[in-house]
């Protein structure tokens, strides 16, 4: 048996957490440079705000109904996402977060355990010692575990657990389940199915295997085999990354070279950071840069360019000194600028670097300073310890008008009880 535990509207769920006031009321979360909806409380969705939704493209109604608006607060979010998960972890022997707001369970190690109790112990322990409400699926496979959630979240919520334990439970979930709100069903393929008469779970289930595989391949085939109960799905390991790119949509477009330098050279020391939690090194750095798209009465400039390192980094210095040296090389004047980000391909474990013929061992009292440097931020507080051209300033950032104080990581931002 698998499990799939899920946060309940996440992003609005740590905002209430913190914010009772909110509670009952309709509460959104919006995007980067506070663009669109990305999270919507239950009382948001039943006024028809949609996934996406531009905020000041609602209607008067809505607006008139006191929705309340929020900046994304990953910090805070990040923070909530790392209790629950280590709180999940208690749980089981083996786990996979599967993004920042659910993770699978394996049970399989558990024959004699009442599977339904512990659903609900599960959803009662995250409650009470986080504060975030969540849903638990449990089923015999990962795609059925998925549908189980999902099935907890529309037809029980109060209790907030469904354990398809036997083939008539798994049958009911299956005609009860639209065959595009399958996990690894897209639009396409819905579509496709429909018109070929299949609608529901169950109706994919019965549809013969050589109309799926053809239809769908082997990924299709797979999935029917999940829904029939037959485990087809991996369990993922946690591998290090083979790329790792930061970037992002300024604040404020701009035409300031040194502004666009300050992200640049910041972007490269996250991307270095990142590097070294996973004990790797990069071969090739990329940095990119481009103007809006939207705006026709803009010049419009997009560019790019690989640069291959004489050898592979981790090094904070080196990379933000190949990242400047990038931007030299793709920036113009005379543009109005909405974006840059800097990524690092070729990763290799740093316990497997190359030198070349003519390289030399990099300096061991270098590698101790990073790593005194990541210390350092790690204890402290982020960007405590910075290179000069990172700037203080951030006149980059992305806009976050409606940003909530980070309460569980920044002491000056607690929350103070009143007697």
Known sequence: MYALVDCNNFYVSCERMFDPSLNGKPVIVLSNNDGCAISRSDEAKALGIEMGAVPHLLSPEIKKAGVRMFSSNYTLYGDMSDRVMKTLADFVTRMEVYSIDEAFLDMHQMPHTDLYELGVRIKTTIQNNIGIPVCVGIAPTKALAKMANRFAKKYNKQIGVHWAGNEEWVNEMLAATEVGDVWGI??????????????????????????????????????????????????????????????????????????????????????????????????????????????????????????????????????????????????????????????????????????????????????????????????????????????????????????????????????????
Request: charged fraction near 25%; glycine fraction near 6%; hydrophobic fraction near 35%.
């Open 186 to 419: 897209g639009r396409q393929y819905a579509l496709m199915l429909k018109k070929n008469n299949i609608h529901t779970a169950k109706d994919f289930v019965q549809a013969p295997e050589h109309f799926v595989r053809a239809s769908m391949s082997v990924v299709g085939l797979r999935l029917q085999n999940e829904l029939k109960g037959l485990p087809c799905i991996d369990w993922e390991k946690q591998e290090p990354k083979k790329n790792i790119c930061c970037g992002r949509s300024f604040g404020n477009l701009t035409s300031d070279k040194k502004i666009v330098q300050e992200a640049v050279s910041n972007f490269a020391a996250n991307c270095a950071l990142k590097l070294r939690q996973q004990n790797s090194v990069a071969r090739e750095i990329k940095v990119f840069i481009n103007t809006n798209p939207h705006r026709l009465q803009d010049k419009q400039y997009y560019r790019s360019v690989n640069i291959k390192m004489d050898l592979a980094e981790c090094s904070t210095p080196m990379l933000i000194k190949y990242a400047l040296k990038g931007l030299d090389i793709i920036y113009r004047d005379g543009y109005n600028y909405m974006k840059c980000g800097v990524e690092l391909n070729g990763l290799v474990s740093a316990d497997e670097l190359q030198l070349s013929l003519f390289s030399s061992v990099p300096m061991k009292n270098h590698q101790k300073a990073l790593k005194v440097l990541d210390k350092v931020n790690n204890d402290f507080g982020r960007d405590t310890v910075r290179f000069g051209i990172q700037g203080f300033q951030k006149n980059y950032k992305a806009r976050a008008a409606l940003l909530s104080p980070k309460y569980t990581t920044r002491l000056t931002e607690i929350i103070h009880i009143k007697n």
